[in-house]
């Protein structure tokens, strides 16, 4: 602008004299090659787009600030859980889990709820859903998972069959699938919704004790949904109106807030539970491990620029800081693996020497280096270890044993009737008669667009949750409910075997 003190440069700093016109042989002749302020320029717009996230590919995001209300060191040493009033500065993405970039903000998708904490001891990443479970416990069948909720290979659709035919083909799946098609599968925005770390993980203090917990964010705005009719609407009329929402609320000074709870249940308690505590397709029952409110999220700052905060903003959960790390959770064990290759294919090997990825209360000191844009590698300083010629050593200290014992095996895990029983105390306890209508609805607008065996081998879940349902649910999608009698009387081989195609 007139006035500016600033000019346009090259991205080496050369100022540039035109930016509208190229250099051409003549007024209407051919462009000339050595006009490199325009293939600088052509160069860089082809390469602005990088790979879309897998998963999670839409979302928005903000920067703020975890407050601990309550001193947490008799469980973690954990630097962000240790002083009560203690401030820690994050940064959370929240996005759909299966859609693509252009996908509406009101699709019918469980919500990314990742949060990256910038601790005095390095960066630890919570990387969780809006909701407490997930369909798979299993990361053998993550991948598969994921292609269901993409498009298919042959003609490039989406398409209802593969997803029902994913899930029941996958029972342990019924509880996330009444989450997903309940009220809560279509959040109204990200601000007016729950987060969960959804896996276990460990805590341990400074004298090695360790504890299993998990992590609750609670929204302080309320919980507000969409019905599936409002969700078409909004997707219609503003496919991008959770961004939106999260971008105009902060910048207008009305910054959301949440309550962080955790449940902590010790080693014996863990044994005693009657099923897997650790899988992560059920819920802990607060009983047995009651929330416990220790502090408050408050996000308070846009992001300056979305490509460096929020699209490549990477989350791991593999980024722990001392005092905290990973279950027996078979799921998380894969993610602890897959997401950090994700971001090195995505991004770079030095992806977390992106702002948004670079740890801010301390200094990184690693011994890897170079690779495709680095920086601040330090000078004069030894890349191995042991070394005794300046460079830095790692940092002893007591790490809890965990017992583990058995056969290396791929030992299957039987669906069984405590598969069952978390999704029918959710039908039944949990929603009002309202919500299990609209539940019943949404099931049967996707369930109906399947063919008939899928329908019937679907209808077969619903009958062991909930034999009512399954009822409602058949005269809805006109399927014979007798059929499913008959069906859900069989062991799982012989009812895959009834349903082929």
Known sequence: MPGSKKHLTTAFGAPIIEDNISQTAGRGGPILLQDVVLLEKLAHFGRERIPERVVHAKGGGAFGTFTLKEDMSMYTCADLFNKAGKQTELFMRFSTVGGERGFADADRDPRGFAMKFYTAEGN??????????????????????????????????????????F??????????VVILFSDRGVPANFRTMHGFGSHTYMWYNSKGEHFWVKYHVRTDQGIKNLTRQEAAKTAGMDPDHAIRDLYEAIAAGEHPTWTVEVQILTTEQVAKFHFDPFDVTKVWPHADAPLKAIGTIKLDRNPGNYFEDVEQAAFN????????????DKLLQGRLFSYHDTH?????????????????GTKAHTNERDSYLVSGSPVGVPNYWPNSLGGPPPKRMKYPEIPVSGTAARHPVEVGPVDYEQAAALYNRVMTTPERERFLDNVADSLSKAMDRIRLRSLVMFWKMEPEAARILAKAVK??????????????????????G
């Not at 798979?136 to 997803?163: A, E, G, S, V």
């Not at 090195?344 to 801010?360: D, E, F, S």
């Not at 399927?479 to 082929?500: C, N, R, W």
């Open 317 to 328: 959960p593999s980024s722990f800081v001392p005092g905290i790390g990973p279950s027996p």
């Open 479 to 500: 399927s014979d409910i007798g059929k499913v009698e008959k069906l859900a009387a069989l062991t799982y081989d012989e009812l895959v075997k009834a349903t082929a």
């Open 167 to 176: 899930w029941s083909l996958t029972p342990e799946s019924v509880h996330q």
């Open 344 to 360: 090195l294919h995505r991004l770079g090997a030095n992806y977390h020497q992106i702002p948004v990825n670079q740890p801010r």
């Open 124 to 165: 630890y990443d919570l990387v969780g859903n809006n909701t407490p479970v997930f369909f798979i416990r299993d990361p053998m069948k993550f991948p598969d998972f994921i292609h269901t909720q993409k498009r298919r290979p042959d003609n490039n659709l989406h398409d209802d069959n593969i997803k029902w035919d």
